[in-house]
């Protein structure tokens, strides 16, 4: 529905919205006597004015409603968008992809279907209103004002996050260079997070690390607290190392056998009635704690991720046996669990959580234990 949001709210109306609030563009005071004339002297001002004011409107409407979770903020249109009038219109811009495969949404929307996302508490504006082929295109002035839009909206509509779809946006907005995720900066109670740019433009950025960014916006926003997690790296006198697959519609992931701490559990006991129901091992000598990692997403119920403390555990080499069913197992996501030599860490199109997971262990096996442990990212 266009015209209401989930809690019932109307979309703000700011299509064509101006700088100054008004929608009102420059008037000069001179009359013309015809349209000739103000066209001709129009152009004549502009080419002697590089500097003139930029565009009070924009070619793509800003879709705002009260108390959204997220206002994803893009830089300014570029053609495809301005001439479809919607955000990231370009089909080969994965914004709008980004969005259902980190959970933002409950399907893939089309830009056509741009109000219908303030169903799902998610908002969408520029940073800049001036149309160009791209961003490179931009002037200063062209962001003239902008920090003072973006209070006034936050300080109207209060929103819980704003996300800049690249650091540019960011930049342009406030003049400050930042770096990906959280930033310091805030906006009265509405917190502020730069995601990298969607654009084809930026397609030196992969997907799996786009995607990550968002997953961590999708985690944050949701409003829900951190699971308490463990897992293990278990290691045996080769110097294999013991991985279980998960298995996601768009790819696979291998990370340490573990999961959540239940209520009145010690991080042992939760990580040994873990490796019984995954792997089977029951009788080992818990190592160190060695790595800690913060997994943001959308997609645990319940919860908006899970920090976990990830401990060496040593063992013979063993062959798994799961307590736990290939149908219990299923339901939990995992697919397969194999032992990695370090070569094997290597092989091509493997994902790993964490992702540098093949230099840890190498640096682990070469260097021992880390003392404090470390945070090994996503």
Known sequence: MRGATAAGTRPFESSGSSRDGGGAGFCSRERFSDAASRKRLTRVARKRSPNRKP????????????????????????????????????????????LRATGFTSRLYRPDEQ??????GIGLLNAAFRTTPGSGDLRRADFAGASERLERIVRDL?????????????????????ELGVQERTL?????????????????VPWLERERWFQELA?????LPLRRGVRALVVDPADRVLLVRFDFPDKEVWTQPGGGVDPGETDEQALRRELAEESGLREFV?????????????????WAGQAERIYL???????????WTSEQLAEEGMGAQRWFTQPELSEPG?????????????????GGPPSPPIDVGV
């Open 55 to 98: 565009p009070s409107r924009s070619a793509v409407p800003d879709v705002l409603a009260r108390d959204l979770r997220v206002i994803f903020c893009g830089i300014n249109p570029g053609r495809v968008s301005a001439a479809a009038g919607a955000h990231f219109a370009n089909p080969r811009n994965d914004f709008w992809r980004l």
């Open 115 to 120: 109000y219908e996302v303030l169903e799902e």
């Open 158 to 178: 209060r929103p819980k996050w704003i996300g800049f779809v690249g650091k540019e946006a960011y930049r342009g907005a406030f003049g400050e260079r930042p």
């Open 188 to 204: 009265g109670d509405t917190q502020l997070f730069v995601l990298p740019s969607t654009s084809p433009a930026n397609a030196a």
């Open 219 to 223: 985690g944050r926003s949701s409003g």
């Open 286 to 302: 818990l190592g160190p704690c060695i790595w800690t990692r913060t997994h943001w997403t959308a997609g645990m119920a319940g």
């Open 313 to 323: 555990v040593r063992t013979d080499a063993f062959e798994p046996a799961p307590e």
């Open 350 to 366: 493997l994902i790993f959580a964490p992702r540098r997971l093949p230099a840890l262990v190498s640096d682990l096996i070469g």
